[in-house]
């Protein structure tokens, strides 16, 4: 294999590769990228064994061929190569060498062979449809805070990507929860996705996709199987396995019936918040809301390192209440709001609460009181 | 040269016998009247109190243990001859020493014992840090005029008081800080009463193994081990910053344990870093309502104890040894610290479950760790779990059921597998 590659492209090819490929491996050609030339593309190929992505870049092909290198190292050359640098990418097979050159600099990688590197399996999928990608972009971008990290309930530690009945008919679904928050965004459903398998989504592949998705208007090829997704660009797709659980039914905690609704600016709120959550020593910092009459207080007591208060003008109308929360979590939904101010709908200080934005049902969060 | 007679407490002036009583127990340093910082270990702690309480034992191999397929908790001095050493699988001690009687641990006797004597070093000093049951570091600094006498005399009459009043001998440790008094108790077992001094501290630790160094166990001495380490020698020729790139955060405490520096104080309460619990079974097992009937009697331990200490932890831990001797560990970290037993038994079940290893096990134990006050746990809770506020508050009504009527007056059905 003999190509050369404008350096920007060739980049981009290669840091989505990279940071796919686990820093941390025991089997030595994962840490590879597999380089195939054919025609006028070169594609390059990085996995870890769940997730699997594909990378075309047009590129002048001498001679077709393949080889595998270190995802890491090659990134690493490129990354400092200089902008605009045509660079050549030479395979000598007998000495099991790739050849990195570029004006004047010039490398000599290790590789190991292409018939060593595990292509994942190519599969059915049984709904394939397409969709803007700022629309994905939000579904996942609200969600993935909720996302846990507890690995004995493994079936948590992703998106559920599944169509759902809304209040406007069916809709695109995204769900994240870690049992002390959940995030629930809608989109309206792309078509051809009516008869898409609800799945979960691994975090990891959240990040790697959320890559896709910088460039706005672009339209995301997406495909679902029982366990398997894809997204894809013309230039990129990249497939993952989904995480092999069955996702709890969240209907069921986020609550219908709660009235004491208060309406804050979100951003005047986090700053707040944070404030006030300073002098907590704990590692899960409570904060104390306390309500009344268009009036919230918030105040943090750490008996041993000091206590804090704040006020904010607030519309509130109903009965006084006190209410606690970890102050992470609310910081965190507070800043999932960005046009309009924030909606807290509460219930009592032992049930969970409801946020939305403004009157927009279509992406709500549910965070879990905490005993002060 | 200050010396000591430890029979009669006479303080005399150098002689390998008291010039008082003639007898040789005599312990004799330049720094004697100085030093304060003491270690005082008992003699097979266990086993001695059993030889107490039952006479018949005293001139037999005794070890404490728990039944046939447990591990040795302590051997008398005369099983230790035959070669049985602490922590050893019982049948191998027993290959050892087959005429050794066996003695099932009678905990509340040993915590008896351990009071008595705390007792006793109370009268001391008020600071103590007590290690275990049966060894504590004592900090006599500035209780020279209030007792009249020098620390070391005070510890002579502690060990003789201890053999006179409640029939238990101990060695003590007596050096400038808790690392070498720590060396210092071991040095002269059983019975015991050693110094090491300030002048002689470098050239007492240079030619030692660094194993002697407390946490440094095997795979701390194989990975000093690599880098040329074997003797504080070794060690002294290192340089702070190198020992820091190459140890992390132990290289700084290596450069100074190797000049015999050790500023840690003698505290009252050493801050508890875990709970556990653990059981070695009668025979291997793979069943799992064994198994699980197993890991919920430890889990309910473990909450007890983080109950009575007004504790939570963070990190729950499960432990499982295969009937290979190969220990599995797993550990979760909790977002909400609990002290629940309900909490406490479905993570470590989770963490079995996902496990998948089908044993059979001959151990199994629970932890919490990275522990936090009571203030701070259970306190938010799950959403996709709304029957665990009901499930604690059953547990909140059987702990006081329990406190007030004793421990079998109420159990889970699965406590009884």
Redesign the interface.
């Given at each position: 294999m003999k190509i050369s590659i404008e350096r920007g492209a060739l980049l981009r090819a290669v840091s989505q590769a990279q940071s796919v490929v686990e820093r941390r491996n025991t089997i030595p050609i994962l840490a590879n990228v597999l380089i195939e030339a054919e025609g006028d593309t070169v594609t390059f190929r990085a996995t870890d064994l769940d997730i699997e992505v594909l990378d075309k870049a047009p590129a002048q092909v001498e001679r077709a061929g393949g080889t595998t290198v270190s995802a890491v190292t090659l990134h690493e050359i490129v990354r400092k190569l200089p902008d605009g640098a045509l660079v050549t990418l030479a395979e000598d097979s007998a000495a099991g060498r790739l050849n990195v050159t570029a004006g004047r600099s010039s490398f000599n990688l290790a590789t190991l062979p292409k018939e060593d590197f595990p292509v994942m399996a190519s599969s059915e999928y049984a709904c394939n449809f397409s969709a803007k990608s700022d629309v994905l972009r939000r579904l996942f971008d609200k969600s993935k805070f909720a996302i846990s990290t507890?690995?004995?309930?493994?079936y948590?530690n992703g998106v559920y990507m599944h169509v759902a009945d809304a209040d406007g008919g069916k809709a695109l679904r995204c769900v994240a929860?870690?049992?002390?928050?959940?995030a629930r965004i809608d989109a309206e459903l792309p078509s051809g996705a009516e008869d898409m398998p609800g799945v979960i989504v691994p975090r990891k592949t959240v990040g790697e996709m959320r890559k896709l998705l910088d460039d706005d208007d672009m339209e995301i090829a997406v495909s679902v199987s029982e366990t398997k997704v894809r997204f894809a660009t013309p230039d990129i797709t990249l497939t993952s396995k989904v995480i092999d659980g069955t996702f709890?039914d969240?209907t069921?905690?986020i609550p219908q019936g709660n009235t004491r609704k208060l309406e804050v600016d979100a951003s005047e709120f986090a700053k707040a918040v944070d404030r006030v959550a300073t002098v907590s020593s704990?590692?899960?910092r409570?904060v104390k809301l306390n309500l009344d009459e268009d009036r919230l207080v918030l105040s943090v007591n750490a008996p041993d390192s000091g206590a804090a208060e704040e006020e904010l003008a607030v519309a509130y109308g109903d009965d006084a209440l006190e209410i606690?929360f970890?102050a992470k979590y609310l910081l965190e939904i507070a800043s999932q709001v960005d046009r309009e101010n924030a909606v807290f709908m509460f219930n009592s200080s032992?049930d969970?609460t409801l946020m939305r934005e403004g009157n927009d049902t279509s992406a709500v969060y549910?965070v879990?009181?905490?005993?002060? | 040269m200050p010396a000591l007679c430890r029979d009669c407490l006479t303080e005399f002036d150098q002689g390998t016998r008291c010039p008082a009583c003639r007898r040789p127990r005599v312990v004799q340093h330049d720094e004697l009247w100085d030093l304060s910082i003491a270690h005082m270990d008992c003699d097979a702690f266990y086993a001695s109190v059993e030889k107490r309480d039952n006479p018949e034992l005293a001139d037999k191999p005794v070890i404490i243990g728990g039944g046939r397929r447990g591990v040795v908790s302590t051997a008398c001095y005369i099983a230790r001859i035959r070669g049985v050493r602490s922590a050893m699988p019982m049948f191998q001690a027993l290959k050892l020493c087959p005429d050794a009687v066996i003695v099932k641990p009678r905990m509340q006797a040993y915590v008896d014992a351990s009071r008595a004597i705390r007792a006793m070093m109370e009268e001391l000093t008020p600071s103590i840090e007590p290690l275990s049951l049966d060894e504590a570091f004592l900090d006599l600094t500035g209780t020279a005029r209030l007792h009249g006498a020098p620390p070391a005399v005070m510890l002579a009459r502690l060990v003789k008081r201890m053999k006179d009043e409640l029939g238990l001998t101990g060695s003590i440790g007596l050096s400038h800080n808790k690392f070498l008094a720590k060396i210092a108790s071991d040095l002269d077992k059983p019975h015991g009463f050693s110094v090491i001094g300030v002048a002689e501290t470098e050239a007492f630790l240079r030619p030692k193994p660094v194993r002697l160094i407390w946490g440094v166990g095997a795979a701390g001495q194989a990975q000093l081990e690599r880098a040329g380490i074997r003797t504080f020698d070794d060690l002294l020729r290192w340089d702070r910053q190198d020992l820091a790139a190459r140890f992390g955060s132990m290289g700084d405490r290596l450069w100074h344990l190797a000049r015999g520096q050790d500023h840690r104080r003698v505290t009252r309460n050493a801050p508890m870093k875990s709970i556990s619990n653990e059981t070695t079974f009668h025979d291997d097992t793979s069943d799992p309502d064994i198994l699980d009937g197993h890991l919920w009697r430890m889990c309910e331990k473990v909450a007890d104890r983080a109950k009575a200490k007004g504790l939570a932890g963070?990190v729950v831990v499960l432990k499982l040894k295969r009937a290979d001797f190969t220990l599995i560990t797993r550990r979760?970290?909790?977002?909400?610290a609990t002290q629940m037993a309900d909490r406490l038994y479905r993570?470590t079940r989770?963490?079995f479950e996902?496990l998948a290893d089908p044993g059979p096990y001959r151990l199994l134990g629970a932890a919490l760790a990275d522990l936090?006050p009571e203030e701070?746990a259970d306190?938010?809770?799950?959403?996709?779990?709304?029957q665990a506020e009901a499930r604690a508050g059953a547990e909140r009504a059987t702990d006081a059921i329990r406190a007030r009527f004793g421990e079998d007056a109420i159990l889970k059905g699965r406590a009884l597998r």
């Open positions: 507890e690995e004995t309930r493994y948590l929860t870690d049992g002390h928050r959940l709890p969240y069921r905690v704990e590692r899960s409570a606690g970890n032992g969970p549910v879990m009181p905490m005993r002060v | 963070r979760t970290s909790l977002p909400d993570t989770a963490l996902q936090v701070q306190r938010a809770p799950d959403l996709l779990d709304p």
